[in-house]
Nanobody, 118 residues
Framework: VQLPASGGGLVQAGGSLRLSCAAS????????MGWYRQAPGKQRELVAT???????HYADSVKGRFTISRNNAKNTVYLQMNSLKSEDTAVYYC?????????????WGQGTEVTVSS
C-alpha cells in the first residue's frame, strides 16, 4: 500500500495549507484514514482521523482550525489546516487502517513537511 502525501510547504503564521493523501495498492477495506505529525525532537502524535462512515476525531490542539475529510471513491484523505501556528511545524504523515479477514493492518506514508514561520 502506498500513501504519498502532498501539500506541505512553508507558510506564515495565520496562513493555510491543504494536505492530500491518495492511497493505492492492495487495499481490502479501509476502516479509517488519518493524519499524524512529528515535530523535531518530539514523538509522533495524532492530528485527526476519519472513519469510512465519516466519523472524525481531532487532537485538542487543532480543533476548530483543522478539518479532515475523505473521498472514499478515490481512497483519498485531506487535511485543511487554517490559522496555522508555529507549533504546527512538523512532518505530517498519512495513515491508513485496512481491515482484512477481521485483522487490522496499519500503513504509513513517507510524510510531507509543514513549516510555519512566525
Amino acid at each position: 500500500v502506498q500513501l504519498p502525501a502532498s501539500g506541505g510547504g512553508l507558510v506564515q503564521a495565520g496562513g493555510s495549507l491543504r494536505l492530500s493523501c491518495a492511497a493505492s495498492g492492495s487495499i481490502f477495506s479501509i476502516n479509517a484514514m488519518g493524519w499524524y505529525r512529528q515535530a523535531p525532537g518530539k514523538q509522533r502524535e495524532l492530528v485527526a482521523t476519519i472513519t469510512s462512515r465519516g466519523t472524525t476525531h481531532y487532537a485538542d490542539s487543532v480543533k476548530g482550525r483543522f478539518t479532515i475529510s475523505r473521498n472514499n471513491a478515490k481512497n483519498t484523505v485531506y487535511l485543511q489546516m487554517n490559522s496555522l501556528k508555529s507549533e504546527d511545524t512538523a512532518v505530517y504523515y498519512c495513515n491508513l487502517e485496512d481491515l482484512m479477514g477481521g485483522v487490522s493492518y496499519t500503513y504509513w506514508g513517507q510524510g510531507t513537511e509543514v513549516t510555519v514561520s512566525s
